[in-house]
């Protein structure tokens, strides 16, 4: 019965632990996307490169003025360069927390059966 307890008590600081762990990666993730340009600080999601992309293609790439993450007005000049740069830094850090998390489970699900 002791034993069962134990069990049950290490499984769920075992629990506890991942969460905290997934909530820390979330929030570097997070971090690692707040970007700066001419100013301004953006915060790289898919509504923000798909407003670009959609941009682009219906003004031919000219440069515009969009709101930051602090709602103030931001010139961009280049917006096709910067689509390109935002985009591959994007998926650069989705992969890293994607990456991430799945050796985050890895360690979960090895400290699992060890126990």
Not at 15 to 43: M, P, Y
Not at 70 to 79: A, S
Not at 96 to 107: C, G, P, S, T, W
Request: charged share 15%; aromatic share 8%.
């Amino acid at each position: 019965m002791a034993t069962d307890i134990e069990q049950i008590v290490q499984t769920a600081k075992l629990n506890a632990s991942f969460t905290a762990s997934r909530a820390l990666l979330k929030t570097k993730f997070q971090q690692a996307c707040i970007v700066a340009h001419n100013g301004g600080l953006f915060e790289l999601n898919p509504a923000l490169l798909q407003m670009m992309q959609w941009y682009n293609s219906v003004h031919g790439g000219n440069a515009f003025v969009v709101l930051d993450k602090q709602e103030m007005p931001i010139r961009v000049e280049n917006p096709k360069a910067l689509l390109q740069e935002w985009s591959e830094l994007y998926q650069t850090l989705v992969n890293e927390y994607h990456l991430d998390i799945q050796n985050l489970r890895q360690i979960r699900n090895t400290t699992q059966l060890a126990a």
